[in-house]
């Protein structure tokens, strides 16, 4: 399992790293891909559990918030959130007629789904588009990635102590910590090698990112793995084999990319 999730990851990120580099359309198509595979996963797991969200609803609100986000920033969130709720709501009242005696508890599900995976997922597009938004992605993968690096070795070698044992039996608290050490080390560590390039990111700023990100990120990771234990699926999916589904490999970044855009927005420039 462990060689098959590296050689998959060694394959991914390359192909995450250079798309956030460039930027544009190339970063745009695979952020929306990315979020239209997960939004089709997510609606398979609710409908396990006996929910009928329509993939073409779900994976619709997901296109407006994150190409809404792509070319009119936030402008275009209220009328995104509007088309939304209307659309949802008037497909779920024709289902209660034809006979869908669930069809409300079915609404709050499309509408749960689509704002989850599009209103979070539109802040992969934020970020991008801030102010050195290249270096900021770049350094906010490498935290990620080296957190959840640092939590898994430290777990498997030293864990104990359960942290979550309904949501998440294998992770334990001395993975936490691994994780927490490693992401603001990394964080602080990584910005050394900006330096030339001009994007203004100091260790300061890695070091409170990585700290903040390995105290929130696990979040989504619990999140992702509550959804999953009520449907008692292990995985959201089989597209990347060895890592599970697109949901699976977002669940954390979901939570990254919101919180750095605003720590990036609202405290590092006082800092």
Known sequence: MLKQRTIVALILAPIALLSAYVGGAAYIALITTMLVIAAWEYTGLLRSAKH??????????????VLGRSFTGFASAPWSFTILI?????YHLIRFEQGRNSAATDLNATLSASIYLGWLGAYFISLRQLEGGRWWVLLIFFVIWL?????????VSW?????????????TWEGFLGGLIV????????????????AGISSWHGAILGLVL???????????SMIKRQVAQKDTGNFLPGHG???????????????????????????
Do not use: Q
Request: one cysteine or more; proline letters at 9%; a positive charge.
């Open 214 to 224: 390995a105290l929130c990120v696990p979040l989504g990771d619990l999140a992702v």
């Open 183 to 198: 992401g603001i080390a990394g964080g602080a560590l990584l910005p050394l090698t900006l330096k030339n390039t001009g």
């Open 159 to 171: 864990g104990k102590h359960k942290l979550c044992p309904r949501l998440s039996p294998k992770k």
């Open 147 to 155: 957190t959840d690096t640092g939590a898994y070795f430290v777990g």
């Open 245 to 271: 589904g697109a949901f699976d490999r977002l669940d954390t970044l979901l939570w990254a990319m919101p919180i750095s855009y605003y720590l990036i927005l609202f405290l590092f420039p006082i800092l």
């Open 86 to 90: 209307l659309v949802s709501a008037a």
């Open 52 to 65: 009928e969200p329509p993939p073409v609803l779900v994976i619709g609100g997901v296109l407006l918030f």
